[in-house]
């Protein structure tokens, strides 16, 4: 399966534990999105990356929200002193993130990362 | 600020009616938009975008500036469409990362 993946795909944690969640996009891919979907909800943007650079950050992504991207490749998002408002689905997706006619704005998403705060 | 709407969670129909899934949206500029849909057990997938006016699986969706919509209509529903659907935008330039809206689940009855 050449598509994205995400790894945990589910995560049960107790409140106060730190949780971290691994991304590895298409390859080739230079973008790379998180969202963050609950019961009921369409996914809410939290940050993106154009290779290793993370471009934009949503308010959503208090500051014990981190995500890396270190070599352009696989991204991590990394949840510390979780809380029971943080259970979520998290969700992962890639774009070509080229410009001109090749670029139609099409996310890849991952099958996500179910996470349960205790 | 970008905000999409769906004001339907549950859209119930049978095999053969028409479907007609709303969105309406708030932008100041010019938006791209798009339609994503969920099938059970599956991950989220482009159902289609607007610049290309094209037609899936039997489902288009026209972009309505006086109105701010862009609803996705199927003249004849199967029972395979039964999917939660997202309507999606995105700015033509500037911010790339899109914003959803809270999703419709459609029922095809048989």
């Known amino acids: 399966d050449t598509g994205v993946s995400q790894d945990p795909r589910h995560k049960i944690t107790k409140r106060g534990q730190n949780v971290t969640f691994r991304c590895d996009p298409i390859s080739e891919h230079n973008r790379l999105y998180w969202y963050r979907q609950t019961l009921g909800q369409g996914p809410e943007f939290l940050t993106y990356f154009q290779n290793e650079a993370q471009l934009e950050k949503s308010r959503l992504l208090s500051d014990r929200f981190s995500a890396e991207r270190p070599k352009g490749s696989f991204s991590t998002l990394e949840i510390q002193r979780t809380e029971q408002g943080d259970s979520a689905m998290y969700l992962c997706?890639?774009?070509?993130?080229?410009?001109?006619?090749?670029?139609?704005?099409?996310?890849?998403f991952g099958e996500g990362s179910r996470l349960t705060v205790l | 600020a970008q905000r999409v709407t769906q004001p339907e969670k549950l859209l119930s129909v049978f095999k053969g009616a028409p479907v007609e899934l709303k969105c309406n949206y708030s932008?100041?500029?010019?938006?791209?938009l798009f339609w994503y849909v969920q099938y059970s057990r599956q991950r989220l997938q482009l159902l289609l975008r607007?610049?290309s006016r094209e037609s899936i699986k039997g489902f288009t969706a026209d972009l309505n500036k006086g109105e701010t919509s862009f609803h996705l209509k199927k003249p004849f529903a199967q029972e395979e469409d039964s999917a939660m659907y997202y309507c999606a935008l995105r700015p033509y330039t500037g911010r790339r990362a899109l914003t959803f809206g809270s999703g419709t689940r459609l029922q095809v009855q048989p």
């Open positions: 607007h610049i």
């Open positions: 932008y100041s500029g010019s938006p791209e």
């Open positions: 997706a890639s774009s070509p993130g080229t410009s001109g006619p090749g670029n139609t704005g099409e996310l890849f």
